[in-house]
């Protein structure tokens, strides 16, 4: 099996179990037990598996997701069967088209809320903020000053800016290590060098 010890993320989590279920816990108390389970953003959990499971990380602004509830939705054997096939063997290509459907068919399961709107000018700054020089100079990129900027991402996903920036670089190291040594995963990445990725 595979454990996750106690976080929140700055995203959806949608953890799928590779063979029997996922156990998680919200704060000191059991959170429930399911073939597959899904975390909204900011919601701070510890997971387990039987076996192995497949973590499927989603913006909180892509499709409208939005903040959602603080609360974890449980996914049944149908879903979590369905889904794990779909994630199980998925190419880098292929990973925005296979997050939409996603959406979609949770969304027709209602197990997500139903798209809010995600103001255009804040999904645009987030995407760039890996690759911008800050916080000020992504709100510029799209007509926000910094504060608005900062309090709109807040909204939308319980984080900062700066935290999100530092997770998305991270994705990105993530990514990197499948095929690059670490140190050059680090600097792609933009960090300063491997010990600032560690």
């Given at each position: 099996?595979?454990?996750?010890?106690?976080?929140?993320?700055?995203e959806w989590?949608?953890?799928?179990?590779?063979?029997?279920?996922?156990?998680?816990?919200?704060?000191?108390?059991?959170?429930?037990?399911?073939?597959?389970?899904?975390?909204?953003?900011?919601?701070?959990?510890?997971?387990?598996?039987?076996?192995?499971?497949?973590?499927?990380?989603?913006?909180?602004?892509?499709?409208?997701?939005?903040?959602?509830?603080?609360?974890?939705?449980?996914?049944?054997?149908?879903?979590?069967?369905?889904?794990?096939?779909?994630?199980?063997?998925?190419?880098?290509?292929?990973?925005?088209?296979?997050?939409?459907?996603?959406?979609?068919?949770?969304?027709?399961?209602?197990?997500?809320?139903?798209?809010?709107?995600?103001?255009?000018?804040?999904?645009?700054?987030?995407?760039?903020?890996?690759?911008?020089?800050?916080?000020?100079?992504?709100?510029?990129?799209?007509?926000?000053?910094?504060?608005?900027?900062?309090?709109?991402?807040?909204?939308?996903?319980g984080t900062?800016?700066?935290?999100?920036?530092?997770?998305?670089?991270?994705?990105?190291?993530?990514?990197?290590?499948?095929?690059?040594?670490?140190?050059?995963?680090?600097?792609?990445?933009?960090?300063?060098?491997?010990?600032?990725?560690?």
């Amino acid at each position: 099996g595979s454990a996750e010890p106690e976080h929140a993320r700055p995203e959806w989590t949608i953890l799928l179990s590779t063979a029997g279920h996922v156990t998680w816990w919200i704060g000191p108390g059991f959170g429930g037990r399911a073939p597959g389970v899904i975390f909204p953003p900011q919601l701070s959990y510890e997971a387990s598996s039987t076996v192995g499971h497949i973590a499927v990380l989603i913006d909180p602004w892509y499709q409208g997701l939005g903040p959602g509830r603080s609360t974890a939705v449980a996914i049944d054997s149908t879903t979590a069967e369905y889904l794990t096939g779909r994630w199980s063997r998925v190419g880098a290509d292929e990973l925005d088209e296979r997050a939409r459907q996603t959406v979609d068919y949770l969304r027709r399961r209602s197990l997500l809320p139903p798209a809010v709107a995600i103001d255009p000018r804040v999904a645009a700054a987030v995407r760039d903020l890996d690759v911008t020089d800050g916080v000020a100079c992504a709100a510029a990129g799209v007509g926000l000053s910094p504060s608005r900027l900062r309090a709109l991402v807040h909204d939308l996903t319980g984080t900062s800016p700066a935290r999100l920036r530092m997770w998305r670089r991270l994705r990105t190291a993530m990514r990197g290590l499948v095929d690059k040594p670490i140190a050059l995963a680090a600097a792609d990445a933009g960090f300063a060098d491997q010990a600032h990725l560690t």
